[in-house]
């Protein structure tokens, strides 16, 4: 989106509050369930015992996919630049960071998708739940796009574009779901 049709912090910040992000209403769970599943499945494949360390990043103010993989077993550090704004939580390294309803917000997706190689451990997973732009004809009706915080659109191909150029692999295991995997050692030629 153009910077000067951007909301301002303050509008940004209304919206955001509009939201219900209750962490104890089921409906919620099961949506953000569609991501909190696979990444589970592939980080008990790690199989460490005392669990691993994760970051909600753009957690919104009800932090439920960081509760839910809290209750299985996982240390999850919370960030959020409106709810909980810590930035010290960006300078440490993770085993896995969920993105769930945010990257659509990156006003500069590079510079965050740069910030989640610098985070991940080797061999650590980058779970992105966002609504993939699919079909070029009906983007002006759009329901996603209308949201004046969406600023930025994925398709599954940019994924993918973006996965290579960090050397990531990428799945798609749901509908709007990608998971990114930091290799363990760097192939260099």
């Known amino acids: 989106m153009n910077p000067a049709q951007r909301l301002s912090l303050e509008e940004e910040l209304a919206r955001y509050q509009e939201h219900q992000n209750d962490p104890d209403d089921a409906d919620y769970q099961q949506f953000l369930s569609k991501l909190a599943n696979p990444l589970l499945e592939r980080l008990e494949m790690q199989g460490n015992p005392n669990g691993l360390d994760g970051l909600d990043y753009g ?20 960030f959020d630049p409106f709810f909980f704004p810590a930035r010290n939580v960006l300078d ?4 896995f ?15 965050e998708f740069a910030r989640f190689q610098q985070m991940l451990r080797p061999g650590g997973w980058l779970a992105v739940m966002t609504c993939f732009q699919t079909d070029d004809t009906r983007f002006a009706s759009w329901y996603y796009r209308r949201d004046p915080t969406h600023v930025v659109f994925f398709r599954k191909e ?11 692999t990428c ?13 363990v050692f760097l192939h260099t030629s």
């Open 97 to 111: 960071i969920t993105c769930t309803e945010t990257v659509e917000h990156f006003f500069n997706p590079a510079e």
């Open 171 to 183: 799945e798609i295991p749901v509908k709007d779901v990608a998971l990114f995997q930091k290799p």
């Open 59 to 78: 957690c919104g103010p009800g932090p439920a996919l960081a509760q839910m993989l809290i209750r299985a077993g996982h240390r999850v550090s919370l």
């Open 92 to 95: 440490k390294q993770y085993d």
């Open 158 to 168: 940019t994924l993918n574009c973006l996965a290579a150029s960090f050397g990531w």
